[in-house]
């Protein structure tokens, strides 16, 4: 976990919005999400998690502590007849691991390509283009609440 103080937000949002983080946290693994719990100060502070910044519009200097989640890798888990399941991190550029899918020679997800953000953000925007929806791609996600700092799983609805 590293934690910055007084930090530009600016290249962290597609719009180039100027503004600052009180506190920058960066979440490179799932230890620094248990790191971050365990921390006396930033453990208890209300948070605001960024990943692209592709959906957001930043109107003035961010309080809150700023999650910025970059939690990398992305692997094969399964191959079956009709599909492949891939794992990735939740910090993975969206479009790096479409183009890493297809370099891999497992299509299904190129009209997915050039969408920015994360893949840790592409479910909850469940994005789509050209006729095709995550939704219809989407296995399942492993997240951490937060709060309690239980691990669990999302299926596809």
Sequence with gaps: MLVE???SLQPYNTFGIVARAETLVRLRSVQDIAALRADPALGQAPVFVLGGGSNIVLTGDVKPVVLKVEILGRRL??????AWIV?????????????WTLAQGWPGLENLALIPGTVGAAPVQNIGAYGVELQDRFDSLDAIDLATGEAFTLDAA
Excluded at 77 to 82: A, I, L, M, R
């Design 5 to 7: 103080k007084n930090v």
């Design 77 to 82: 888990v399964q191959e079956t007849p009709d």
């Design 87 to 99: 794992e990735a991190g939740a910090g993975e550029p969206w479009h790096d691991t479409v183009a």
